[in-house]
């Protein structure tokens, strides 16, 4: 039988990743997810504690709300701390990846923050779960190879 290291959010989480400030405009944003190829990313405090979430969806909000159309609307009026999910979803830094996975299969998210101490110290993506997957399947340790069975490794005696 395998033995099998169980690896934690902390083993495939990104950190410390992309994150962006309240106070910052969607428009200063927006730049940020598509620089670093990310589908969104934590919004934190200058102190670290995680405030929401900002994804290309709630960004995507801007073009539906009247502040967009407004003939003075100011970068004042659209914050990420206007559009940004707030209340999200989290996990710590010793939660194994099977719960993980089950997360991901559980609800429509595309990250996860990892906290500790309320505060942002990573997160965990789809792809980090998948990655993690295939780190585990490659160190696998086996309980026993074939000659463990009392069978010869490399001939066959007659």
């Known amino acids: 039988m395998a033995t099998l290291k169980i690896l934690t959010a902390r083993d495939i989480m990104t950190?410390?990743?992309?994150?962006v400030n309240p106070e910052?405009?969607?428009f200063t944003a927006i730049p940020i997810l598509i620089k670093n190829n990310v589908t969104g990313c934590p919004v934190t405090s200058p102190d670290g504690?995680?405030?929401?979430?900002l994804?290309?969806?709630d960004c995507m909000k801007v073009i539906a709300s009247d502040a967009f159309y407004a003939d003075d609307y100011s970068n004042s009026d659209i914050l990420v701390s206007r559009y940004m999910t707030g209340d999200c979803l989290t996990i710590t830094a010793e939660m194994g990846i099977f719960r993980i996975a089950n997360i991901f299969l559980e609800h429509t998210l595309r990250r996860i923050p990892v906290v500790e101490d309320e505060k942002l110290i990573g997160q965990v993506t789809r792809s980090d779960v998948l990655k993690g997957i295939q780190l585990m399947r490659k160190s696998k340790v086996r309980g026993k190879e074939y000659g463990a069975y009392g069978w010869p490794t490399s001939t066959l005696a007659p």
Not at 15 to 19: F, K
Request: no cysteine.
């Open 15 to 19: 950190s410390p990743g992309i994150v």
């Open 49 to 53: 504690m995680l405030l929401g979430i």
């Open 55 to 57: 994804s290309e969806l």
């Open 24 to 26: 910052m405009s969607v």
